[in-house]
């Protein structure tokens, strides 16, 4: 599996970059980026942890790019006696629509991010983005008895993979805010992002149950662009 996704992420990201390049002067990023993580998994009291993470974007039009996140961190909760640990990491593709999109700006571009107001680029950079993953589990639990047969009773278990590679699906919305102006877009950015990550399989605790896992990440990062002229 991760090799198959490592594949098409490659693939992808080649064909993007390349199309880029024909367009614009920047048309990579590269971010890197930390906050707080939230489980929503069985054990309900949840702990807020920490993750870092690294993105690399490549532009197709100045407001859409397409970019590869890498994440690693802790997520971690407890309840009924009961509590677990897993120090994660995820590699997913993604694409991203910003605002700027779909505003009226001008056909020149070179001319809107050197004239355009600090609000109206602010504006501009207000996102959403979708996109696909896998997740590295490296889960350490510590379950009651009374828990397991309270489990058990509703159809669940406790599982033995606790180290596990799943499917994950990130949804994110965030803001970008430049820094800098040239003729080809923002020099710099800081980037604000919450994230929220489905898995269709639940096992980020260890305790499968009917309802899948989730979890949270919100970050405060920055991006620099690359290949300036």
């Known amino acids: ?13 080649l064909f993007f970059v390349n199309t880029a390049f024909a367009q614009f002067s920047r048309p990579v990023s590269v ?16 702990d807020i942890r920490f993750a870092g993470h690294v993105d690399v974007d490549g532009l197709i039009t100045p407001f ?7 994440e690693k961190g802790i997520l971690s909760a407890y309840g009924w006696n009961s509590d677990f640990e897993n120090r994660y990491y995820t590699l997913s593709g993604n694409v991203k629509v910003r605002l700027g999109q779909f505003l009226s ?23 959403l983005g979708g996109g696909v993953g896998f997740i590295k589990n490296s889960i350490e639990n510590s379950i009651d008895p009374n828990y397991v047969e309270s ?20 949804l994110n919305i965030g803001l970008d805010i430049p820094l800098g102006r040239s003729l080809y877009g923002p020099k710099w950015a800081i980037n604000l992002n919450y994230q929220h ?14 309802k899948n896992d989730q979890y949270s990440y919100l970050s405060l990062g920055v991006k620099m662009a690359l290949f300036n002229r």
């Open 1 to 13: 599996m991760k090799k198959s996704v490592f594949l098409v992420f490659g693939i992808v990201s």
């Open 31 to 46: 971010g890197v980026g930390a906050g707080g993580t939230l489980s929503l998994a069985d054990l309900g009291n949840s």
């Open 64 to 70: 859409i790019s397409v970019g590869i996140h890498g």
């Open 105 to 127: 700006l001008p056909d020149n571009y070179s001319n809107y991010t050197l004239r355009a107001s600090i609000l109206n680029q602010i504006l501009a950079n207000i996102y």
């Open 151 to 170: 489990i058990s009773n509703m159809g669940g278990e406790i599982t033995d993979d606790l180290n596990s590679e799943n499917l994950v699906i990130p």
């Open 197 to 210: 990550s489905l898995l269709p399989k639940d096992n980020l605790d260890g305790v499968i149950n009917k």
